[in-house]
């Protein structure tokens, strides 16, 4: 029956369509059906859906709203968010973007140097700039001088695992607060990934750690790009690409164990931060639909030159978004805004352990497949008849071999976040 009516209510559209001004409301405009502040055909449109399906579009949506998010941070940054202009802009979202780079530094830094040091700004906004450029400039001037809508915090990730490096969390939110007072702005945390250097238990306890202070100190929005790195590494596919031993340029991390590399894992990084962002600020799209693909020429564009998109590396390290990458990468990101402190194995597949044994055998269970994320292995290692222990390591996929000493009967035991291989010797 709705078609039957369409022919009496196209009049009374035409009506609306008309663009005069109300006189009790000078900022609404008659005919301005989607609220986008201009009269058009698309607001026949809307009505029209209206009539035929019952259902007006999503209030919640906001079109041609620009969004404007200011970061916190380092080099880990810096490769979370450097494709971030570009993901937005295919997905027709105005925006400024802009991130310290205080090389090293994290939570404590920018607390401390609110009001006296001036770090380097790098920003990228889509009504001036095709490609980043830099400033320097001090913390709490940055805050004051726009209206953000998001100012996204993170902690250096050589601290990441110590609760206790985030006792001043609570008072860089006070100083932001103070410096946005009487502005619609929220406070965000950058959910950060692995630090390849470290040796202790990734992501396990940083996360841990990240979640606890995001909890006591009243973060807004998490973005939760670690997260989505993590899990897709819990595919081989990925993850072969971080092995030296399968690929010697290591293309999903650099050289240094740490950074990640132009291509994919940039990518799957800023795809996250981009989906937390359409999901608080309403900016009407998915990362599901993305049909973005980085580029060298990406890389190199602009001001900014450091570890992870600087020409030398990008030319070795350039991992190329392929239909299979773009399809692990949406659905690592999608898994991270569900769960995102936990890390979500992708398919079902699990971590793999190689062992290199000499003069030695192993007594227990000891896997070398089927082994879930977070799974403790726990076995003993003990030496040949005639033999003494000399030596065991243990190696992550893209770390070095790490002494490793074992309990008083030969106990090995450690909680499995990577493919690991355990190297032990008796002479």
């Not at 880990?76 to 090293?104: H, Q």
């Not at 996204?152 to 607060?177: A, E, R």
């Not at 564009?301 to 020409?311: A, C, D, F, L, R």
């Not at 076995?379 to 065991?392: C, H, L, Q």
Request: aromatic share 12%; glycine share 6%.
């Amino acid at each position: 029956m709705k078609k039957y009516y369409l022919q009496y209510l196209l009049p009374i559209l035409v009506f609306f369509f008309v663009p005069f001004k109300m006189t009790a409301d000078e900022s609404y405009i008659r005919g301005d059906s989607n609220g986008d502040g201009v009269v058009n055909i698309k607001d026949v449109t809307c009505l029209i859906d209206y009539v035929m399906s019952g259902s007006w579009p999503d209030e919640g949506t906001v079109d041609n709203k620009k969004i404007k998010v200011l970061f916190f941070g380092n080099s880990y940054t810096a490769n979370s968010v450097f494709y971030l202009p570009f993901i937005l802009g295919n997905n027709g979202v105005d925006f400024k973007v802009s991130f310290f780079f205080a090389a090293g530094e994290g939570v404590d830094y920018f607390y401390n140097s609110w009001d006296s040091v001036a770090p380097t700004l790098y920003t990228f906004d889509s009504e001036t700039d095709s490609v980043w450029h830099s400033e320097h400039i001090k913390p709490k001037v940055a805050v004051e001088s726009d209206d953000w809508d998001l100012l996204v915090l993170q902690q250096f990730s050589q601290v990441s695992f110590v609760q206790d490096s985030y006792s001043n969390v609570g008072n860089l939110v006070n100083l932001i607060k103070a410096s946005t007072e009487g502005k619609d702005s929220k406070i965000g945390w950058n959910i950060t990934h692995p630090n390849g250097q470290i040796a202790y238990n990734y992501p396990l306890q940083s996360f841990a750690c990240m979640e606890s202070a995001c909890q006591q100190n009243g973060i807004d929005v998490l973005l939760p790009y670690g997260t989505a790195i993590c899990n897709a590494l819990t595919k081989y596919v990925c993850r072969a690409y971080a092995n030296p031993s399968i690929n010697a340029n290591r293309n999903f991390k650099l050289s240094d164990n740490t950074h990640l590399s132009p291509g994919l894992p940039m990518y799957i990084a800023s795809l996250a931060i981009a989906q937390a962002l359409s999901d608080e600020f309403s900016l009407g799209f998915s990362v599901q639909d993305d049909t973005t693909t980085p580029t060298v020429a990406w890389s190199t564009q602009g001001s900014v030159n450091y570890k992870g998109i600087s020409p030398v590396y990008t030319n070795i390290n350039f991992l190329a978004v392929t239909d299979e990458f773009r399809d692990i990468a949406k659905r690592a990101v999608a898994a991270a805004m569900e769960n995102k402190f936990t890390v979500t194995q992708l398919d079902g597949e699990t971590m793999k352990v190689t062992y290199n044994l000499t003069g030695c055998h192993i007594e227990g269970s000891a896997p070398t497949t089927g082994i879930n994320f977070g799974e403790t292995l726990s076995f003993r290692i003990v030496a040949d008849e005639g033999k003494t222990m000399s030596s065991v390591t243990s190696r992550k996929i893209w770390g070095s071999d790490i002494p490793y000493e074992l309990g008083e009967n030969g106990e090995f035991e450690k909680v499995v976040t990577e493919d690991l291989v355990i190297t032990a010797t008796a002479l």
